[in-house]
């Protein structure tokens, strides 16, 4: 039982190039989420989705996009990378309580 | 703006001393969530109280929620350098999935 998985752990970006951060959860839960955590700051909500089929907007959405593939995979997107984004990313899932991944630190030159 | 906002921001305490720390929030909540984060590090759940709950205890953490006030607490019991993380509170919207986090209290034990 692997619990939430994300890769990359580690990702360097130039400006306007995308790239995708995975994230799998094997605990049969519906609800996932991506985060980015900034340093000293609290957890921003990027995007949720609620069940397998439906994506939400969180606090901070502009500049991602997310996919649930299944109920297991939400995978989020970047397409045109800016310094901004620059962060930690963390997906979870919940049951009701939260579960986290490990993080994907990327920098975004 | 944040849901969540923990008070205060860092503290510092000996080992075997009781740390509190609070969180306030802005509106109705099905459930609140209390987690820590050890440095570069996830999440890990701690502990979590419904709206219809008042307190709630879990080894050495106990949990307090006034809703009326709009408030929380956490009380870790007989701190020790372990415990020594950034602790966060996470509420949730009835009605929604959305778990948006407070700023986070950091905690440093001292041995």
């Known amino acids: 039982n692997a619990g939430v998985t994300q890769t990359p752990k580690f990702q360097v970006l130039k400006t306007g190039q995308s790239m995708t951060l995975q994230c799998a959860q094997d605990m049969n839960h519906n609800s996932m989420y991506w985060y980015r955590q900034d340093p000293g700051m609290g957890l921003r909500l990027i995007y949720y989705?609620?069940?397998?089929?439906?994506?939400d907007k969180g606090e901070v959405p502009n500049g991602y996009n997310v996919s649930r593939l299944n109920k297991r995979e939400f995978s989020l997107r970047l397409e045109s990378a800016a310094p901004s984004q620059t962060s930690v990313y963390f997906c979870?899932?919940?049951?009701?309580?939260?579960?986290f991944g490990p993080g994907t630190r990327l920098t975004v030159l | 703006s944040q849901q969540g906002e923990e008070d205060p921001q860092a503290l510092s305490i000996q080992e075997g001393e009781n740390a509190t720390m609070n969180c306030s929030y802005k509106?109705?909540?099905?459930?609140l969530q209390w987690y820590r984060q050890n440095s570069g590090r996830g999440l890990v759940h701690l502990i979590l109280i419904r709206s219809n709950e008042r307190e709630k205890h879990s080894g050495r953490l106990r949990v307090t929620l006034d809703t009326s006030k709009k408030s929380s607490s956490l009380l870790i019991t007989a701190s020790r350098a372990a415990d020594t993380a950034s602790y966060f509170c996470?509420?949730?919207?009835?009605?929604?999935?959305?778990?948006?986090f407070g700023t986070g209290t950091r905690l440093k034990v001292l041995a």
């Open positions: 509106t109705s909540i099905n459930n």
């Open positions: 996470a509420t949730v919207k009835p009605g929604t999935y959305k778990y948006i």
């Open positions: 989705s609620a069940s397998e089929g439906t994506t």
């Open positions: 979870a899932s919940s049951d009701p309580g939260a579960f």
